[in-house]
């Protein structure tokens, strides 16, 4: 009887568990979405679109089922953003990264992001949004991104520099917020 009782709540607990895995999933998946269309409806549609050939708990590899999902996710959103992209991408032709190559976000990064999203949203656009959530948050290779986004490696790498300038000025517009206030206090 205990033991019955015990593997009840196991299952309750688990499928709890399931629900809430489920839950911050989609947020995710929206949150991505969001970011690269800067549109709720179309993020939702790009969720609905991408998750619509699962079906939640029937997969025995739901890790890799949530890579999927993402990346399901982001494409679609990157198609119904497809001829702002194209239009962009000119000027990114002229635009040159002299620094070849950018690291990876940091999980800090990461989380920068995700807070300044609406800043971001506003500030960037979708080609730098892009990138940054590809090359940046996905850690996809530019060729890879470049691939996904129909323009060329150094038109990614430059959207992707010029995304992280603006993450290091929020950065530093934070720091500095962070040390006026604390100047004041003391």
């Not at 690291?103 to 992001?113: F, G, N, Q, Y």
Request: include cysteine.
């Amino acid at each position: 009887m205990i033991s019955t009782a015990h593997e009840n709540r196991s299952a309750v607990a688990a499928r709890d568990e399931l629900g809430s895995n489920l839950s911050q999933c989609l947020t995710g998946l929206e949150w991505l979405a969001f970011f690269v269309t800067a549109d709720e409806n179309v993020a939702t549609a790009c969720v609905i679109d991408a998750c619509g050939l699962t079906e939640p708990g029937n997969h025995a590899f739901d890790d890799l089922m949530m890579q999927w999902e993402r990346y399901g996710t982001i494409r679609t959103a990157i198609q119904m953003q497809r001829g702002r992209i194209a239009q962009l991408s000119s000027t990114y032709g002229c635009r040159v990264c002299m620094h070849r190559s950018h690291a990876e976000l940091s999980p800090d990064s990461i989380e920068l992001v995700v807070e300044e999203s609406s800043l971001l949203v506003t500030k960037l656009d979708v080609l730098c949004r892009c990138a940054l959530v590809i090359c940046g948050i996905e850690k996809r290779p530019v060729h890879e991104a470049a691939s996904w986004l129909g323009v060329t490696d150094s038109m990614v790498q430059a959207a992707y520099c010029k995304a992280l300038e603006y993450l290091e000025v929020i950065r530093c517009e934070r720091f500095r917020d962070e040390n006026e206030y604390a100047a004041v206090c003391n």
